[in-house]
C-alpha cells in the first residue's frame, strides 16, 4: 500500500469491502430505484421484471479476493488461476422471463474489476449511461454485455477507459446504437464493440463511434466459423489497431468510417474463418455472399 503522500500508513482510517453484492432483488416487479449510489458492493437480481434504475451510481462494484487466496478456478501448469470476481449481474432464464424489461438510465458505473455489467436476462434496455475506468481484470465478456442474455438495447452510452475487455459483447438480437468508445488500455484480444458469431445474424449496429482503442479492433463479426446475416451502417472507428474486422458471409456492411487506424487494416472484410457447411466443415472464402457499399477510409 502506497499513499500519495509518500508516508507511512500509521494513524490512518484505511477500509476494506468485506460484501460481494449487496443488493439482492430475486423474483420481484415493478421497482423504481432513482439516485441509489452502491460503493464497494455489486448487486444481483434473478428472475425479476420491470425494474428500473435511473440516475444510480454503482462504484467499485467488483474486486477480486486475489489477495486472499480465492479464486474460481486453480492454476495449472498452463494457464494461472482465474479469480473470483462479483459483479453487477442479472439472472433468469429465456425460458422462464423471456423478456425481463430490466432499464438502467443516466447511471454510472466505475471503478470495477471485473464487468460492470453482466446481463444474463433478456429484453434490457441500457441507455445514457457512463462507463469508466473499469474492466482491467481477467473479463472477455464486455465492460456490459447480453452474451448469455439478448435482445437488449445499448443506446447512448459512454465507455471509455477500459483494461482487458470489450466494450460491449452482445448477445442475440441485440440493438447496439448512438454510442461512443474510446481509450482502451493494455494488449487483449477484444474490441469496442463485440458480435459473436451466434448472434450476428440478429444483431443491429448502428451509428456508433469507436476511437484509441489500444490493440484493438473498433468493431467485429467474431468466430471461426463466423456468423452469417448480420447489419452493420453508419460507424466511425478510428485510431485504433483495426478499424473494422467483419469475418463471416451474407452480411450488409453499409456507410462505414475509418480513419487513421493500424499498423492493420481499416476495414477488413475477411475471407478467412468460415465455413459454409457445418457437418462437413468444408473451408469456404467468407464474405462471397456479403453486400459492401459506401466505404470510407483513410490511413496515413
Known amino acids: 500500500m502506497w499513499f500519495a503522500d509518500g508516508e507511512a500508513p500509521g494513524d ?18 415493478h421497482l423504481n430505484f432513482t439516485g441509489l449510489t452502491l460503493f464497494a458492493g455489486a448487486f444481483h437480481t434473478s428472475n425479476s421484471t420491470d ?21 474460481l478456478t486453480p492454476s495449472t501448469n498452463a494457464l494461472p488461476p482465474i479469480p473470483q470476481i462479483p459483479q453487477n449481474l442479472t439472472e433468469g432464464s429465456a425460458q422462464s422471463i423471456p423478456d425481463a424489461r430490466l ?21 434490457n434496455t ?13 473479463t472477455t465478456f464486455g465492460v456490459v454485455g447480453d452474451k448469455k442474455g439478448g435482445a437488449t438495447i445499448y443506446r447512448r452510452n459512454t465507455i471509455h ?12 438480437n441485440a440493438v447496439i446504437e448512438y454510442n461512443r468508445t474510446y481509450n482502451f488500455m493494455f494488449m487483449g ?50 485510431h485504433n489497431h483495426r478499424g473494422f474486422r467483419l469475418k463471416g458471409d451474407e452480411h450488409t456492411i453499409v ?33 462471397r455472399n456479403s453486400v459492401v457499399r459506401n466505404i470510407a477510409a483513410y490511413c496515413s
Not at 490512518?12 to 416487479?29: A, F, H, N, P, Y
Not at 425494474?51 to 479464486?71: I, N, P, Q, V, W
Request: glycine content about 12%.
Open 12 to 29: 490512518r482510517v484505511i477500509e476494506g469491502r468485506t460484501e460481494g453484492w449487496v443488493l439482492d432483488i430475486e423474483s420481484s416487479s
Open 126 to 138: 441500457v441507455e445514457n449511461c457512463w462507463f469508466h475506468n473499469s474492466s482491467w481484470g481477467p
Open 103 to 123: 432499464q438502467w438510465t443516466n447511471c454510472e458505473f466505475a471503478y470495477s474489476e471485473g464487468r460492470a455489467l453482466a446481463l444474463d436476462t433478456h429484453g
Open 189 to 238: 484480444d477484444s474490441c469496442g464493440h463485440q458480435m459473436p458469431s451466434g448472434t450476428q445474424g440478429t444483431v443491429q449496429c448502428h451509428h456508433n463511434w469507436v476511437y484509441n482503442a489500444y490493440h484493438r479492433n473498433g468493431f467485429r463479426f467474431d468466430g471461426d466459423p463466423a456468423g452469417t446475416g448480420g447489419t452493420i451502417h453508419h460507424n466511425v472507428s478510428m
Open 51 to 71: 425494474l428500473h434504475f435511473d440516475e444510480c451510481r454503482f462504484l467499485y462494484s467488483s474486486a477480486s479476493k486475489t489477495m486472499l487466496g480465492e479464486y
Open 255 to 287: 456507410a462505414l468510417t475509418a480513419l487513421m487506424n493500424g499498423p492493420k487494416d481499416d476495414i477488413n472484410v475477411a475471407s478467412q474463418k468460415f465455413y459454409a457447411d457445418p457437418e462437413t466443415k468444408l473451408i469456404q472464402a467468407g464474405n
Open 161 to 172: 477507459t477500459i483494461g482487458r475487455s470489450h466494450g460491449t459483447k452482445s448477445g442475440r
